[in-house]
């Protein structure tokens, strides 16, 4: 059953823990009703909090201390 975590006036974030899956809801601005969902599994949102960790190292010019420095420092 889903449920929801986190909502707001443009977005709503839900959870079901029976199939392992999160709801992400994003709502028109317009206040039309429309809204586009996109459903991802544990093993899509890994990946996605992974990409979103780049993204917020990449901001910060941060490298970590694992990263293999081959694919960042090519010689």
């Known amino acids: 059953m889903w449920e929801t975590i986190l909502k707001n006036e443009q977005w709503e974030l ?3 823990t029976d199939r392992k899956s999160i709801l ?3 709502f028109s601005s317009d206040n039309s009703g429309n ?3 996109l459903e991802l599994t544990q093993s899509g949102l890994f990946e996605l909090i992974h990409a979103f960790l780049s ?3 990449a901001l910060n010019n941060e490298t970590m201390y ?3 420095l081959d ?3 090519p010689d």
Do not use: E
Request: hydrophobic share 35%; no cysteine; aromatic share 12%.
């Open 35 to 37: 809204s586009v969902s």
């Open 14 to 16: 839900q959870a079901d």
């Open 24 to 26: 992400f809801n994003v």
């Open 71 to 73: 694919l960042n420092h």
């Open 55 to 57: 993204i917020n190292r």
């Open 66 to 68: 694992y990263d293999d």
